[in-house]
C-alpha cells in the first residue's frame, strides 16, 4: 500500500511527531506535552489511527479500502511478534505491544469498528453513532493514557474512554462533510435520513435539518462532559476535556454547520492545554 518509510539516518521521534501533527493536528498535542518515551509512542499511535481513517478516501472503491484495512491488519499482527511491519509508526510500537498483550488486539478492534463503518455508510440511530465514537476515538484515548509509563489505574483509563467518546463524537460531526464526499453518511438517520444528509453536507440545503440534528448530539457530548466532572490526578484527561470543548466551540461557532466548521488547532487551544499541562 505504499506506507511513509523513515529517511535514512533521520531520528525516529521527529518523525513521529511531524505525521501526527500533519494528519492529526489537534491531538498531536497531546503527544507534544507527553512525557518520553511516551512521546515517541503516543505520537506512533495518533499517527496509526489517522493513517485508518485516510483509507476512507478509497470509499468510493470499497474492496480497495478493505484490502488496506486488511494490510494493516497483518501489519499490526507482525509487530505484535517482533517482527518488522512495514510502517515507522507500528515499528515505534513494537515496545508497548511486546509488554501489553491486550494491545494487538485493541487495535485490531480499532480496524474492526472502521471497517464496519465502511461496509454500512451509515448509522442507523444515536446508538449506533455512539457506540462508534466509544469503540473509536474513545477507545484511542484510553490507549494513549495507557502509554504512559507512570501507571493510569482502571478507573482513570475508563475517564480517558469518556472523555475520547466525546472529543470522537465532536470530530465526527465537524468531519461529516468529508465523510459525506466519501458517500458516508455520519448523522445517524433517526434524525436526518441518509440521502438527505448526504446531500446537504456535499451540495447545500437542508440546512435546518442538519443543524437541529448536529445540535442535538453536540448537547449530549457536552453533557457527558459536564457528567465526568473534574479529571484525576492525570493532565492528559483534563487536555483531553479541553481538545473536546474547543471542538464543540467550533461548532456552536459555525451556527452548528459543520460545513462552516474551521479545522485545526488555535494559539488558544495550545496556551490552554499548556496551562492544564502544568497544572497536572
Known amino acids: 500500500m505504499g506506507p511513509a518509510r523513515r529517511p535514512e539516518g533521520f531520528p525516529m521521534l521527529p518523525l513521529l511527531i511531524d505525521r501526527a501533527r500533519h494528519a492529526d493536528p489537534e491531538r498531536a ?27 476512507y478516501r478509497a470509499a468510493s472503491e470499497e474492496m480497495v479500502a478493505l484490502v488496506r484495512f486488511q494490510w ?16 515507522p509508526a507500528l515499528d515505534a510500537l513494537k515496545a508497548p505491544l511486546a509488554t501489553d498483550a491486550g494491545l494487538c488486539s485493541e487495535l485490531l478492534a480499532l480496524i474492526d469498528a472502521r471497517e464496519r463503518l465502511l461496509l ?10 455512539w457506540s462508534f465514537a466509544r ?15 507512570d501507571g493510569p489505574a482502571a478507573g482513570e483509563l475508563a475517564w480517558a474512554e469518556r472523555l475520547g467518546t466525546a472529543y470522537g463524537v465532536t470530530g465526527l460531526l465537524r ?18 435520513a441518509p440521502v438527505r444528509s448526504l446531500r446537504a453536507l456535499a451540495a447545500g440545503g437542508e440546512e435546518e435539518a442538519l443543524c437541529r440534528a448536529v445540535a442535538m448530539l453536540a448537547a449530549r457530548a457536552e453533557a457527558e462532559l459536564a457528567a465526568a466532572g473534574g479529571a484525576p490526578r492525570w493532565g492528559h484527561l483534563g487536555a483531553v476535556r479541553v481538545l473536546a470543548r474547543f471542538s464543540l466551540a467550533r461548532l456552536r461557532q459555525a451556527g452548528w454547520d459543520p460545513r462552516r466548521s474551521r479545522p485545526g488547532p488555535t494559539a488558544g487551544l495550545v496556551l490552554r492545554l499548556l496551562v492544564v499541562h502544568l497544572a497536572g
Open 120 to 129: 454500512q455508510r451509515r448509522f442507523d440511530d444515536q446508538k449506533a453513532f
Open 175 to 192: 468531519s461529516a462533510p468529508w465523510y459525506a464526499r466519501l458517500g458516508i453518511a455520519v448523522v445517524p438517520e433517526e434524525l436526518v
Open 29 to 55: 498535542l497531546l503527544a507534544l506535552l507527553a512525557p518520553e518515551p511516551a512521546r515517541s509512542a503516543m505520537a506512533a499511535l495518533l499517527w496509526l489511527n489517522a493513517e485508518l481513517v485516510g483509507a
Open 72 to 87: 494493516w491488519r497483518e501489519a499490526i499482527e507482525r509487530a505484535a511478534r517482533g517482527a518488522a511491519s512495514g510502517h
Open 135 to 149: 469503540a473509536t476515538s474513545g477507545r484511542l484515548h484510553r490507549l494513549l493514557l495507557g502509554l504512559r509509563q
